[in-house]
């Protein structure tokens, strides 16, 4: 299923004449490549574009245009784009901090006279969409930034209302962005009069919106293929639409298509790709400078969603702990204090570790894991990766490995000099491969896909050969200590454990104690642990 099919009303690649679409975000994530898509496919089905901002964001969005393959620039200085700056002389006067770096560029202002502040903007606005008007075709308008003028008092939630609906009916659609950030909508017994105001714009612009698209940051902090979760939801202004159309949707349609929640990652190092909301080919499908991964649903009952599901290849650590060994431990009558802290800290990992693997056997029947065979077949998994990398067989390694770590093991192979080759070789285990670590989490709500991560302390005596141009030059004998991390994916098939990569112990340093103190008390303790 594709957005098309969500939230339009016919196959088009721009939303419907005459709809409004929300973006909202916070502080802490943009709207930058909504704004970027809406622009992009406008322009790429011959539609002028208005783009009107209140934010000092103009220069970052022509910067990342380039990076992402779709100069906006360019489109100014052809005439599909017309960029309106509603902040640098809005009060009459230019501040040369705010002002645009490109003089090239042109652009329209907006500005206040004193007389009507609703008037000002209107006609300027409206002196815009003319201008890019045509016989054939309406432009699209975006307002970025709108919030601001109530923010600022410029003009009253009813005005700015009133300035919305006269210009929708001028242009094709509207996009609208606004902050969502919890400071201006968080009830309160007393709110200010700023909050009144801006909660009743927000609320009435959402009401009569034809789509909701709305940015926050990913709860649990940003994470290396993660940058936020976004939700689409339908708007009054789609079921208004939809009696006026002379589609058919069922009822059941209506009740289990109502609405998308999943994460998001865009990349700012990247070049082409585009953000697709609308049309056949517009699913949620991975370019170069944006993923969409799905990864959980929030209404009762969406089968197609589900079938489209797609959940990021790496998913990073979960929560573990490895002991730091007996050789880095302080002496106990130096520190007894960090001691017993630390051991504390080991028995409470070990007792959840052995709760979590029994758990996740449950959890994931009929499918059944064997552990006894897992401890027999590490030690020969590590023999033939180190093997693999060693020799440079990448086939080998893309078997073992998880496709990050494998993506790191073969970048370091492509950067060898050709003359050199190397000869690794495993003597002897000192110990057999020890399960130091074990943790599990469900990946997706009200379904049997769950990650799981094993982490094997491996002690063992190893040597590794230098030729260059064929001629023995350097062979080094070690015995070393490593921390292999192995993840089963119970979604992936074949089922198996995979090397997701390495890690290391903590520090007997990251366990610390925060003491909290009052009128010279203690009153609380905290024991804060991290691995370095």
């Known amino acids: 299923m594709d957005f098309s099919d969500h939230f339009s009303l016919n196959n088009s690649h721009i939303p419907p004449e005459g709809s409004a679409i929300v973006v909202s975000s916070t502080v802490l994530v943009s709207p930058a490549f909504i704004i970027h898509h809406f622009i992009k496919t406008s322009i790429e089905n011959n539609q002028r574009v208005i783009l009107v901002r209140f934010l000092d964001d103009w220069a970052d969005l022509l910067f990342v245009s380039k990076k992402w393959g779709f100069d906006l620039s360019s489109q100014v200085l052809s005439g599909n784009l017309i960029y309106m700056d509603g902040l640098t002389k809005l009060y009459g006067h230019s501040l040369d901090d705010w002002s645009s770096t490109d003089k090239s560029i042109p652009m329209k202002y907006i500005s206040l006279t004193g007389e009507s502040n609703l008037n000002c903007i209107f006609s300027t606005i409206m002196s815009g969409i003319e201008e890019a008007s045509s016989p054939n075709m309406k432009p699209s308008l975006i307002l970025w930034g709108l919030d601001f003028l109530v923010t600022s008092e410029i003009l009253a ?25 919890f400071a201006f909508l968080s009830p309160k017994k007393r709110p200010s009069d700023l909050e009144i105001n801006y909660s009743s714009f927000a609320y009435a612009i959402v009401h009569r919106a034809y789509s909701i698209i709305s940015l926050r940051h990913f709860p649990g902090g940003k994470t290396k293929d993660v940058t936020g979760v976004i939700r689409i939801s339908r708007g009054s202004g789609y079921y208004a639409a939809k009696k006026d159309s002379s589609s058919d949707t069922s009822d059941h349609e209506e009740s289990t298509n109502t609405q998308l929640e999943m994460l998001y990652f ?20 991975v370019k170069k400078w944006i993923e969409m991964r799905y990864v959980f649903k929030r209404t009762m009952y969406r089968p197609q969603i589900q079938k489209h599901m797609i959940i990021p290849e790496d998913l990073g650590m979960l929560d573990v702990y490895i002991a730091p060994s007996g050789k880095c431990l302080p002496y106990f009558w130096k520190k007894p204090g960090q001691r017993i802290r630390l051991a504390w800290r080991w028995f409470y990992h070990q007792i959840m570790g052995w709760f979590q693997r029994k758990l996740f056997e449950e959890r994931i029947r009929p499918i059944r894991i064997d552990f006894k065979e897992l401890q027999l077949t590490i030690g020969n998994y590590y023999e033939r990766l180190n093997q693999a990398y060693a020799s440079g067989n990448i086939k080998e390694i893309d078997t073992l490995c998880g496709k990050s770590y494998a ?24 110990k057999p491969p020890k399960l130091v670590s074990f943790s599990q989490a469900q990946v997706e709500i009200d379904s049997n896909k769950y990650l799981a991560q094993a982490v094997y302390r491996i002690d063992s005596e190893q040597s590794l050969t230098v030729f260059s141009d064929s001629i023995k030059k350097e062979e080094s004998l070690k015995e070393l200590v490593e921390y292999y991390v192995f993840q089963y994916k119970t979604w992936v098939l074949p089922h198996k454990w995979y090397i997701w990569g390495k890690t290391v112990e903590a520090s007997p340093d990251a366990v610390k104690v925060k003491l909290w103190r009052k009128d010279g008390k203690r009153v609380r303790m905290n024991y804060t642990y991290k691995n370095k």
């Open 157 to 181: 939630p009813s005005d700015l209302l009133l300035l919305v609906s006269s210009l929708q009916e001028a242009v094709h659609y509207c996009v609208i962005t606004l902050n969502s950030d």
């Open 266 to 285: 865009v990349n700012d190092s990247g070049a082409g790709g585009s953000f697709g909301v609308y049309g056949n080919n517009s699913s949620l499908y």
């Open 407 to 430: 993506k790191t093991l073969k970048s370091q192979i492509e950067k060898r000099p050709e003359a050199v080759q190397y000869k690794w070789v495993l003597h002897r285990m000192i």
